[in-house]
């Protein structure tokens, strides 16, 4: 039986499914839902916060999986077509299919070298070995019982000049890890970085192809392949390497003695708890023995808060999986925090998972057909990984419908929010299943409307502990809202509910709408405009309970706040309000916002026409050194730092004496490289800014780590015309949302508008 291989298994499920019927606040900032998967598989997801006086500190973000052994739900460990390489959670989905297998949960497993994807422990699947490898590791047999602890793998083979040498199997060679045997589960080629002595095999006709724990085969000798570092793996067939300088000179002259017609077998041995194990992956440091926190560990980063994944195993032989986040809103977790957590879960044996970018946990919720992401990855989205240990139960055919859920199962809310629900059906066996008719909504607070319901914006202390209920057929579904007197933190937004607001600057008399978020311990809050109260100050205009803003007619510039408020928590941003839209061309122009916002900060200027009115002209072309100015005047950057550089550009006397500074600048700092042209470098001063080089120029300002790479060719249609040097800097760009084109096109090579560099400059302020 083979594993894994492609499909789309969108885990990009995007509702809110906080769990369960139940759900917990304690004093200390602890929120814990619970919510059933399957049968005896459970989801939990926790929340922890340090309360001190300015509020809560150190928020950690965790999931827990917990699995009972049974029939109906079994784990697994599967990795993708080959060992080598990487493959995402999603590419499973083909392979659950082809086995009629359907996913429950599942989390990333092995620590793996990420340049080639190869585990470092070893890893059996469908109670093949597939790769060697003695680290501490976490085994299942077929019945789903767990073992944990050192396997004590080795292979050995004899026949010909080879008397019972060790050999690893499916690793990367070096010249000093002896002799190793690849089989077409590492690839279709041995892949070896250095150059190889090979010897092909493949099995006698009376011999097993492949290695159990316990297990031998007898393969024979077809093929000798002398200095080669990726030799061909011939299908159902292997390969014999070594080092062509390998250290161990006795081993490298005993294979190069090996002869084409030899017989050689190999012979897999494990320690007795391991015999027989059907699915089987490393991991690193043994974090719980006996029942007792570690406190000795040899991980590089035992000491940091990372991303965190640990599996244990209780007495009573229940499963259970953490994990711990690293991102905005959690800290992450050290080595010794993660022991003495995994005891607290009643684990009396406990290993450390890879962690970091790798922790995952996806999460198939009852009535769905597609797997989401239930914890917050660290990259921001799932990494691909070399293997995976999921829950798995045979796919069987929808029955009638016997279970409702209803999603968000628990969600925290403010006074007048709408929240709004979604109704699933499963069979017995949590399979999706078609909703029942004549369905009976009900609560015991609020209003009810098409699968939504709207508290009302009375004062919290009237609400009571609101349920929602929908019945149908002897079957209920319940989810609870919580109402909040309280909340950990606000966000001033645009009307969107996405875009951030820092700071307004608007001309006088104009309205802007605005709307907040909140959060609690990390977790969203459903709120409405008006479930806040909104203030203003320094008499910079006035403000609805809905969020409307409305600047104050003023003869200067005015500056105050806008302050938003729940209970006793409040965020407020500073508000600059001018005596109009300080350029005569630029009212209703679609860029109109982003403009006033850079001119208010003074990121940039116009020019004075002939009316002496103030002018933009949003719709020019902007050249090379009007766009460095502005950008210097966006970084805040102090021009006379850089007043002795000396220019390299032969044609730096074009370059205006209002420009020449920030020029100086923008090649000092890297930002500007100029342009080589038979041997001589040019900056073009006057020369009219492309969108690419715009866009390179910006890119190099952002974070080494801001945006990842997109594929260019497949999301705009002139992505031929962008220049090789600028492909990996629009790529960012478009990653980070600095730009999104037009039309599915770029228009790398068009002009670069006035108004273009004030929404890029913008969006790289707000990214």
Sequence with gaps: MKRVIACALALCLTVCLFSVPAAAVSRDGIV???????????????????????????????????????????????????????STMSKIAAYLEDENLSLVAGVNGSFFDMSTGIPYGFVVTDGVLRTSGNVNSVGFSRNGGVIIGNPDVHIFVSGGPLNNAEVFYNKVLTTGNGIGLYSRDYDTATKNPISAYNVVLTPTSDSKSELTLPGEMTLKVTKIVENTASCPIPANGFVL????????????SSLKAVQVGDTLTFSALCDDMWKGIAYACGGGDMLVEDGEALTSFTLDTKDEQRARTAIGRKSDGTLVIYTADESSNSAGIDLYDLADKMAELGCDTALNLDGGGSTMVGVQYPGYDKCATANSPTDGAMRACANFIFFVREKTEAEAADRLFLYPAHSFALPGAKIGFSLKATDLNYMPADLPGDLSWSSNYGTLGSNSLTLDGASDSAIPAVTVNVKADGMRASASVTVLSQVTDIRITKEDGKTKVKALHVPGESDVQLAAAATYYGRSVISAANSFTWETTGGVGSITQDGKFTAASVSKLTEGTIKVSYGQTSVSVPVTVSPANPFSDTKGHWAEDYINDLYFEGTITGSTGKDGKLLYRPDDSMTRQEFVVALMRYLGTNLASYDSVSLPFVDSKEIGTWALDAMKAAYSLGYMGGSNELGKLYAHPTSTITRQEAMVILARTMQADTGSSVDLDKKFSDSAKIADWAKDSLARMVSAGIISGSNGKLNPTGKVTRAEVAKMLWALENQ
């Design 32 to 86: 814990k839902w619970t919510m059933p998967l399957a049968t005896s598989v459970d989801l939990i997801e926790m929340t922890h916060a340090e309360e001190t006086a300015d509020g809560p500190k150190n928020l950690l973000q965790q999931n827990v999986l917990t699995y009972e052994p049974n029939l109906t739900v079994r784990p697994m460990v599967i990795y993708g077509s080959t060992l080598y390489g990487r």
């Design 241 to 252: 390497s070594i080092a062509e300088k390998s250290t161990y000179s006795s081993a490298l």
